[in-house]
C-alpha cells in the first residue's frame, strides 16, 4: 500500500512557527486533493486545511484561518502546512491525507489515505 509521509513538527513556544510537511510517491500525490487535520487528547479530529489538485483552491478551518498556510510543489510530490503565530491551543497530533474530490466542507470520509502522525506542541 502507498503511504503519505510526514515530517516536520516538534515543540515551540506561543508565537512561534512550525512546519508540517507531506509528501509520498507520485501516484498518491498526482490528481488528489491533500487536506491536513489535527487531534488532540480527548477532542475530536478537526479539519485544518486543504489545498486542490494543482494548489488553486486552499479552504482553511476558522481556528487556523490567518495563521496557517497550505501549499504544494506538485513536482516535488509535496505538500506543506506553515504554521505561524501558534497558540497553546493548537497543541495536537496532526495529519495529513488525501482525496479524490475538493468539496466545501470537506468530508473526512472521503480521504482514504493518511500519514503516520506528527506531534505539534505549543507551549505558553
Known amino acids: 500500500q502507498e503511504q503519505l509521509v510526514q515530517s516536520g513538527g516538534g515543540s515551540v513556544q506561543a508565537g512561534g512557527s512550525l512546519r508540517l510537511s507531506c509528501a509520498g510517491s507520485e501516484d498518491i500525490f498526482r490528481g488528489y486533493v491533500i487536506g491536513w487535520f489535527r487531534q488532540a487528547p480527548g477532542k475530536e479530529r478537526e479539519f485544518v486545511a486543504q489545498?486542490?489538485?494543482?494548489?488553486?483552491?486552499?479552504l482553511y478551518g476558522d481556528s487556523v484561518k490567518g495563521r496557517f498556510t497550505i501549499f504544494r510543489d506538485y513536482a516535488k510530490n509535496t505538500v506543506t502546512l506553515r504554521m505561524s503565530s501558534l497558540k497553546p491551543e493548537d497543541t495536537a497530533h496532526y495529519y495529513c491525507a488525501r482525496a479524490t474530490f475538493y468539496n466545501e466542507p470537506p468530508s473526512d470520509a472521503d480521504f482514504d489515505s493518511w500519514g503516520q502522525g506528527t506531534q505539534v506542541t505549543v507551549s505558553s
Open positions: 489545498i486542490s489538485r494543482r494548489g488553486t483552491s486552499t
